[in-house]
């Protein structure tokens, strides 16, 4: 955070993303505010109706974003959220972690582990391969062994271990 | 009554004293330190992802365990602040202000050791508390209404409001967000449904735990691949001199540790507390201090205040959440859920229907933080090693782990896609300042602090005057009320002064 200092580094301003996560929050509260009335949310034959409660909390949501909205133009126009360098390295994990997770339903929990532990350790790691691989197989069958057979816990399977017969 | 207490707890001794209880007890320590240590693992979500494997054991043991770990990743913490100046837990930042200073001019083993006994110090002191003070509490609550449980709930909200250091209006939306997570859903008193929008993953809600795990597990991940963060740590030793010659100082400084225990107890009751109190902790020793000008520059007193206060008030965050059900860290809120997944019914209750389980966990606190003392005085260069280990290896094994934890909570793969969305709001709301903790409390008492206020309503046909019924709930009203607005009236007292002692 203290590199805003130096001028030369570039990223997106601390005051935009404040508003913007302000504008976000209000959004979430008037889709809860939303979601109460479709419920109702006065007071019914048998007291206070389903969306009675949510209905107040997504008041206070937008009332206080607001306050967060005025609070976020107010800030100084000059600090950083961060580096577009740092963003970076926020999104190299990012992307392999969302395609990981997106994988899992559809392979299991093994095969996509093996590849993000390989990926991460060949691609940001610069690992040899003999390591990686080593890694990447070690993790999951650790943990095959203790949840699956020690404390019987299933895991997600895919075709793989269909194949295999696990 | 007190006598009563110590026939229960001498019950309590010997279930926690069970040899697979010390083991579990060992287990947990060992797990919670590796938890503390690692970035992107702490207490909160380490414990959320352990909390399946224990489905199957006793609710005694079950407890012992993840409350050892939640005391490991305590005595963690300290290890990462001394070592690598990186606070393991937001409570061990006062923590780094004198312990790596120490550790940079060769005292590592010192501040390890003044740490580790303080945190001990300042746990004990809470136990004993807990021991003396929860049962009365628990008979205290027994007669509590409705609207005096709302009233509790709101007083606990009502001081994160007021004692956290990030903007107030944050502070609401972020645990009005809990709230509206926790409301998804079934409607338990209309069966109605409710916010789902017709997504029927949403049908039971959004469980605690995968938010636990995602904005605290991933959103740190994210953060600490942000940081680029090279860990670049000084070398520990630790041997039994060093530890002989810290021990015969620290009685000197007898005075800062009570008063660390006692500011620690009080603020762990209050929920929000344990990182406010380790500061204040630190600055009141900085004041009162004879070497207070040399604080920060490695002072072992410095390491005393913080630690104790700290750990007291992590361990007295246990207090409410037995006596009364509430919570008062998200660690112990996830601790409050494994009850209910147990089928434990937390609150005042706990006390008389579950007397053996709550004094064989109160015991095995005892106990617990002895075994955790002991093995963290003689494990730390292991510890530190694994701290060692490159960032490019450790994240996607955690990365993976929180996967598991996560898909284990209910055997459902929808639940790790949640993980991840909780992961990114976890990174964006941190780097906003909004605080996390009240958003996972708000989840967790969520529909009880509902089910609450409906009663009361219900009970008064609507009006909110019920709250002001009788002088017990108009008394922890006005205490919320106060809490809550904290911050406002600190200001308007500051001001008084101001003009008083400067007639203009």
Redo the contacts between chains.
């Keep these: 955070m203290e590199q805003a200092h130096h001028g030369a580094a570039a990223g997106p301003k601390?005051r935009a993303?404040?508003i913007g996560?302000a504008l976000l929050?209000m959004l979430?509260?008037l889709?809860?505010i939303y979601?109460?009335v479709i419920?109702g949310f006065g007071?019914?034959s048998?007291?206070?109706?389903?969306?009675?409660?949510?209905f107040y909390?997504?008041l206070?949501?937008c009332i206080?974003?607001l306050?967060?909205l005025v609070?976020g133009f107010r800030e100084e126009a000059t600090g950083l959220?961060?580096e577009w360098g740092?963003?970076g390295?926020?999104l190299?994990?990012?992307i392999?972690?969302?395609i990981?997770?997106?994988l899992?339903?559809f392979l299991g929990?093994y095969l996509p582990?093996f590849l993000?532990?390989v990926?991460?350790?060949t691609w940001?790691?610069?690992?040899g391969f003999p390591l990686s691989l080593a890694?990447a197989v070690g993790?999951?069958a650790f943990?095959y062994l203790t949840?699956e057979r020690w404390?019987?816990?299933?895991?997600?399977k895919g075709p793989i271990e269909a194949m295999l017969g696990l | 009554m007190i006598v009563d207490n110590f026939i229960n707890l001498y019950h309590g001794f010997y279930i926690a004293g069970d040899p697979f209880n010390i083991l579990l007890m060992v287990i947990g320590i060992l797990l919670g330190v590796i938890i503390g240590v690692l970035p992107g693992l702490g207490g909160a979500n380490g414990v959320a992802i352990l909390l399946p494997l224990t489905f199957s054991m006793s609710p005694t043991s079950a407890i012992i365990l993840l409350t050892c770990i939640y005391w490991g990743a305590l005595f963690g913490g300290a290890i990462t602040s001394v070592l690598f100046n990186i606070p393991g837990e937001p409570w061990s930042v006062a923590t780094t202000f004198d312990g790596h200073p120490m550790a940079r001019s060769g005292r590592a083993g010192e501040a390890l050791t003044a740490a580790f006994t303080s945190s001990f110090v300042g746990a004990f002191f809470a136990i004993v508390m807990i021991t003396l003070i929860a049962p009365l509490v628990a008979q205290f609550a027994l007669q509590f209404g409705p609207a005096e449980k709302f009233a509790v709930y709101f007083l606990a909200f009502a001081s994160f409001v007021g004692m956290s250091k990030e903007p107030p209006a944050k502070t609401i939306v972020s645990m009005m967000i809990g709230f509206a997570l926790a409301a998804v859903g079934l409607d338990m008193v209309t069966g109605q449904l409710r916010l789902t929008f017709g997504v029927t993953e949403l049908l039971n809600g959004f469980d605690f735990l995968i938010a636990v795990i995602g904005l605290f597990g991933i959103g740190e991940i994210l953060l600490t691949m942000e940081e680029g963060l090279e860990f670049r740590g000084k070398a520990a030793k630790i041997d039994p001199k060093v530890v002989w010659k810290t021990w015969k100082t620290l009685p000197k400084y007898w005075a800062t540790s009570l008063r660390s225990c006692i500011i620690g107890c009080w603020m762990g009751i209050t929920p929000a507390g344990a990182t406010p109190a380790s500061f204040m902790a630190y600055g009141i020793a900085k004041r009162v201090s004879k070497n207070g000008k040399n604080f920060g520059n490695g002072e072992i007193e410095g390491v005393v205040a913080p630690e104790t206060a700290a750990h007291a008030a992590g361990t007295a965050a246990m207090l409410p959440m037995l006596a009364l059900g509430v919570p008062g860290s998200p660690t112990a809120a996830v601790l409050l859920g494994g009850l209910l997944i147990w089928g434990l019914q937390p609150g005042p209750m706990l006390f008389v229907e579950q007397a053996e389980f709550v004094w064989g966990l109160i015991a095995s606190m005892y106990l617990g933080n002895v075994v955790g003392l002991i093995l963290v005085l003689t494990t730390v260069p292991l510890f530190a090693s694994i701290l060692r280990i490159p960032f490019s290896i450790i994240a996607p094994v955690i990365l993976v782990i929180c996967a598991i934890g996560a898909y284990t909570v209910n055997n459902n793969v929808f639940d790790v896609l949640m993980m991840m969305v909780f992961g990114v709001l976890g990174y964006l709301l941190k780097k906003t300042n909004y605080p996390l903790a009240p958003l996972v409390l708000a989840i967790v008492l969520g529909d009880s602090a509902e089910e609450a206020f409906r009663q009361s309503l219900l009970g008064s046909g609507g009006s909110i005057a019920v709250f002001w019924s009788n002088p017990l709930v108009s008394t922890i009203m006005a205490l919320g009320l106060i809490a809550g607005l904290w911050p406002l009236i600190a200001m308007g007292f500051s001001k008084l002064r101001g003009n008083t002692t400067q007639p203009a």
């Design positions: 601390q993303v404040e996560t929050t979430f509260g889709v809860v979601g109460s419920v007071w019914g048998d007291g206070p109706e389903a969306g009675f409660f949510p909390v997504g206070i949501i206080c974003s306050i967060n609070l959220f961060a740092q963003l390295q926020v190299r994990v990012l392999p972690a969302t990981y997770v997106a899992i339903p929990i582990s993000l532990i990926v991460f350790m940001l790691g610069k690992y890694v993790v999951p943990f949840l404390f019987l816990i299933p895991l997600p």
